[in-house]
T-cell receptor
Framework: ETGVTQTPRHLVMGMTNKKSLKCEQH?????MYWYKQSAKKPLELMFV???????ENNSVPSRFSPECPNSSHLFLHLHTLQPEDSALYLC??????????????FGEGSRLTVL | KQEVTQIPAALSVPEGENLVLNCSFT??????LQWFRQDPGKGLTSLLL?????REQTSGRLNASLDKSSGRSTLYIAASQPGDSATYLC???????????FGGGTRLMVKP
């Protein structure tokens, strides 16, 4: 148990659906992250939030829309996805964006399949 | 472009063997380096974190070293066990922010 909880763990959706992934951290951290892990590719950073403000957006398509209503919760809203968006989506948190220790804590991930 | 490479991509060893996993990075101006473990279908578990000023970190049977000048880190696992079977990921931070650049991972299988 890392203190970072992601729901749902598995999600199957059609290309016309709208769904959301949720991440919640119970560590009192101020920075949260979305990573994408596709088969045979390194983890890719998608979004970074620090104190509820987005500080990084790595050229992610607009069909992925993040939301950070407070420092404990992070959402990834999904709409009109493509089959190539099927992947494991990992949420992580850290004490701060520039914490001295720089340690990240990851959730278990949400396995997304787009049909 | 900053890249992190892990070789080999997969490794199979008999139980009890000592082994070394390799990680290399193209830009030596790193802030820190982390080793993670990932079990199939699961998230990442942080194993060791080495700050740029450090040369190595140890936790139980694990020892991670860092050589910034050569752009390399190694993860040494002593007396491997079947429970060590997992994918091991190396990740580097290039500035004071915690935005990691990951390697592709090494998939380790320890056979009983």
């Amino acid at each position: 148990e890392t203190g970072v909880t992601q729901t749902p763990r598995h999600l199957v959706m059609g290309m016309t659906n709208k769904k959301s992934l949720k991440c919640e951290q119970h560590l009192g951290h101020n920075a949260m992250y979305w990573y994408k892990q596709s088969a045979k590719k390194p983890l890719e950073l998608m979004f970074v939030y620090s104190l509820e403000e987005r500080v990084e957006n790595n050229s992610v398509p607009s069909r992925f829309s993040p939301e950070c209503p407070n420092s404990s919760h992070l959402f990834l809203h999904l709409h009109t996805l493509q089959p190539e968006d099927s992947a494991l989506y990992l949420c992580a948190s850290s004490q701060a964006l520039t914490a001295p220790t720089g340690e990240l804590f990851f959730g278990e991930g949400s396995r997304l399949t787009v049909l | 472009k900053q890249e992190v490479t892990q070789i080999p991509a997969a490794l199979s060893v008999p139980e009890g063997e000592n082994l070394v996993l390799n990680c290399s990075f193209t830009d030596s101006a790193i802030y820190n380096l982390q080793w993670f473990r990932q079990d199939p279908g699961k998230g990442l578990t942080s194993l060791l974190l080495i700050q740029s000023s450090q040369r190595e970190q140890t936790s139980g049977r694990l020892n991670a070293s860092l050589d910034k000048s050569s752009g390399r880190s190694t993860l040494y696992i002593a007396a491997s066990q079947p429970g060590d079977s997992a994918t091991y990921l190396c990740a580097v931070t290039y500035n004071a922010g915690n935005m990691l650049t990951f390697g592709g991972g090494t998939r380790l299988m320890v056979k009983p």
